[in-house]
T-cell receptor, first 115, second 114 residues
Framework: GAVVSQHPSRVICKSGTSVKIECRSL??????MFWYRQFPKQSLMLMAT?????????EQGVEKDKFLINHASLTLSTLTVTSAHPEDSSFYIC???????????FGEGSRLTVL | AQSVTQLDSQVPVFEEAPVELRCNYS??????LFWYVQYPNQGLQLLLK??????LVKGINGFEAEFNKSQTSFHLRKPSVHISDTAEYFC????????????FGAGTRLAVHP
């Protein structure tokens, strides 16, 4: 099946620093990628929709200046958490859809811990 | 807008027993329905999906689900569970015409005991 890879899988950073998480579709071109956030023992909440070559569409309540999303190519989207705070600590999961079928494939997730 | 309700936050069951995880949805438009499984500290794996056609959908690992439009339900079932089925299960819905913007339920923790 199609593979979506996230990097890093775990990251610890100091409060006030910025962290970049990458999401790559390894064996297909992804016109659209989605970024989700998952708090412990909770469901996934959609943060934003990332379209290749255009600005991301953010869900209501998500700060676009804090969570910068870039989808510069058909195989890579990045999420940058700027000026991270402890409350940004969470599990971030991306998903990608191939151009043809639209079926979603999920990455392994990235656990961010802000100290 | 769509919403998903998973009626049980936790379901304990003994190994080799049958299990049903319940999912109800709400939508004013036609939807696609999905079940995903998540193991600790991992992403999501698709178990099965309903797009159209037969209302009984068979997925991986022996799971199946039945779409009931009149009851707006999509319950997940397995006739005999294994210890390895212990995980978090999420029901999700999206509008038809694309797989965009999945809306997830709160999840059901399936705990299989020996």
């Amino acid at each position: 099946g199609a593979v979506v890879s996230q990097h890093p899988s775990r990251v610890i950073c100091k409060s006030g620093t910025s962290v970049k998480i990458e999401c790559r579709s390894l064996d297909f071109q992804a016109t659209t990628m989605f970024w989700y956030r998952q708090f412990p023992k909770q469901s996934l909440m959609l943060m934003a929709t990332s379209n290749e070559g255009s600005k991301a569409t953010y869900e209501q309540g998500v700060e676009k200046d804090k969570f910068l999303i870039n989808h510069a190519s058909l195989t890579l989207s990045t999420l940058t958490v700027t000026s991270a705070h402890p409350e940004d600590s969470s599990f971030y999961i991306c998903s990608a859809t191939p151009r043809a079928t639209g079926e979603l494939f999920f990455g392994e997730g990235s656990r961010l811990t802000v100290l | 807008a769509q919403s998903v309700t998973q009626l049980d936050s936790q379901v304990p069951v003994f190994e080799e027993a049958p299990v049903e995880l319940r999912c109800n949805y709400s939508s004013s438009v036609s939807v696609y329905l999905f079940w995903y499984v998540q193991y600790p500290n991992q992403g999501l794996q698709l178990l099965l999906k309903y797009l159209s056609g037969s209302t009984l959908v068979k997925g991986i690992n022996g799971f199946e689900a039945e779409f009931n439009k009149s009851q707006t339900s999509f319950h997940l079932r397995k006739p005999s569970v294994h210890i390895s089925d212990t995980a978090e299960y999420f029901c999700a819905v999206s509008r038809t015409g694309g797989y965009n913007k999945l809306i997830f339920g709160a999840g059901t923790r399936l705990a299989v005991h020996p």
